[in-house]
């Protein structure tokens, strides 16, 4: 649809305009009408029309400076002049500023729509390629956040990622955000409210953030920063906002140390967690920047050797030896704590958090987070959480027995089948049964090809076939999934080497 704004200081004008267009053409609605340029002006920035016909000649200031003027806050929008005067100089002052129709009043209805077409074709194609830029622009985003700070895959080319992103300035740091419900397996609703609603937050305030995915009850945030230290703030000013929003829930966050090299990130990742599970458990929202000190206070509080351990044993699915050692591991934990319920429920809670990215390597994806903060004694604490990994253990083995191999090749040949579509890592995780998160991260262990090669892979040899023969460029970039056909012509030269037109030849 298209967003118009009519300008003239004569109404018939206007009226015949609005008539000519709604007999002939549906995909317009007109959004504002002014009578002068001062008025034009405090309407556009009002409506923000795609497309305005503007007078040339009209009281308060004449058509052309209204252009200019709107022009500086809204450079996208579209003109098509409209004068009664036939003069060379107008038409010059407005090829300056960009505008490609000019009609002359008494207006033919055919001139009139033929104009309209020129411009409503040019603002469809902008918006498309806009859309899918932007589509591109967030899921190049998340794969960054999954590569180099959750995972830290090294055969990652830093330079490419700068090129993708526009890094510019690459000191940042990284602060995992976390959520504890008074309810015992919240909804998948609540925990897609909870994050929708912080990635809102830190958009609004923090723009220059990259958001990545929600794993279990936490969100990991990629934050760039000057020279100034802004992580007290930061930490601070969300939690504050998120408290607003939350209810029955929790926020808590950690927060790892400053970094000025793309390759330290997940250290700084790694930092936040070490933070996170040393926050206090009273406050509705805590937080904790990280230190040198809590490295330490890790180790002494969590056993990692017998934590790693017991892990192994759940991801094996063997349920007797995983009840063991979690006697275990709940003993040395609760001596480290001094037997203090609530230390010992967040060390606990933390451990589950931890398996459940472990068991995600294997893309088991159901919900194992638990909400042990309603327990008044350390006994009925262990005994819920034991109960609760006997469920998981036993939903292991049974996964493990069905194997992970067919939902990736369910995620594949959902891609083959559809590649011709603008579908996203997010649709094909959704099919899959599987977060997007993993989907990409196995999707590569398994084929070798990350999701997003996979698919352009496929795309481009469609494209050749199609090369073929006599199909346009435009049809060929429509049938294999791009809107925009200057964008298939780029992707298609960076994956060959040569244009389409070179190809065909």
């Known amino acids: 649809m298209i967003n118009i704004m009519l300008v003239d200081d004569e109404q018939l004008e206007r009226e015949g305009l609005k008539l000519m267009l709604t007999k002939e053409r549906t995909n317009f609605r007109v959004v504002a009408e002014a009578k002068n340029g001062k008025q034009a002006v405090e309407l556009a920035l009002i409506h923000k029309p795609d497309l305005i016909f503007m007078d040339i000649k009209m009281p308060e200031f004449d058509g052309l400076e209204a252009i200019r003027r709107i022009l500086n806050v809204l450079p996208q929008t579209k003109y098509i002049m409209v004068s009664a005067f036939d003069t060379f100089e107008y ?76 890094l510019g300035n690459k000191t940042a740091f990284v602060t995992v955000f976390s959520f504890t419900a008074q309810a015992l397996h919240p909804t998948r609703e609540q925990r897609s409210s909870w994050y929708q609603n912080l990635k809102q937050v830190i958009q609004t305030y923090y723009p220059k953030s990259l958001v990545g995915p929600l794993t279990g009850f936490q969100v990991p945030v990629l934050r760039f920063v000057e020279d100034d230290d802004d992580r007290d703030e930061f930490a601070r000013s969300i939690i504050l906002n998120m408290q607003k929003q939350l209810k029955d829930t929790r926020i808590s966050a950690g927060i790892g140390s400053i970094v000025k090299n793309v390759n330290d990130y997940s250290t700084s990742y790694q930092q936040a967690l070490d933070a996170l599970g040393l926050t206090g458990t009273k406050s509705k929202g805590s937080y904790l920047v990280y230190h040198d000190g809590i490295k330490q206070m890790r180790k002494q509080l969590v056993p990692s050797e017998l934590e790693k351990k017991l892990i192994d044993v759940v991801k094996k699915g063997h349920s007797q030896h995983g009840l063991q050692l979690f006697e275990q591991y709940f003993q040395v934990i609760q001596e480290a704590n001094n037997y203090e319920v609530n230390t010992t429920h967040r060390a606990i809670e933390h451990f589950f958090i931890v398996l459940t990215r472990s068991l995600a390597e294997l893309g088991y994806n159901d919900e194992i987070q638990i909400n042990l903060g309603q327990f008044s004694t350390t006994l009925q604490l262990k005994t819920a959480a034991k109960a609760h990994l006997l469920k998981i253990i036993e939903h292991i083995a049974e996964y493990r027995s069905n194997g992970v191999q067919t939902l990736l090749l369910q995620a594949k040949d959902y891609v083959d089948s559809r590649y011709q579509k603008s579908i996203s890592l997010e649709e094909v995780a959704e099919h899959a049964g599987i977060s997007s998160y993993y989907l990409s991260k196995l999707f590569k262990e398994t084929f070798n090809i990350t999701f997003i090669d996979y698919l352009t892979k496929k795309r481009i040899e469609k494209a050749k076939e199609l090369l073929l023969g006599t199909m346009s460029l435009k049809e060929i970039a429509l049938t294999i999934g791009y809107k925009d056909p200057n964008y298939f012509s780029r992707v298609f030269k960076k994956a060959t080497g040569s244009s389409p037109t070179e190809y065909r030849k």
């Open 91 to 166: 038409a010059r002052e407005a090829m300056k500023y960009g505008i490609k129709e000019y009609l002359l009043k008494p207006s033919k209805m055919s001139e009139l729509l033929e104009a309209y077409d020129r411009m409503a074709n040019e603002i469809t194609a902008e918006k498309l390629k806009d859309a899918e830029s932007k589509q591109l622009n967030q899921l190049v985003e998340m794969e960054f956040i999954i590569s180099f700070i959750m995972d830290h895959v090294h055969e990652f080319n830093e330079t490419d990622w700068e090129d993708l992103l526009d």
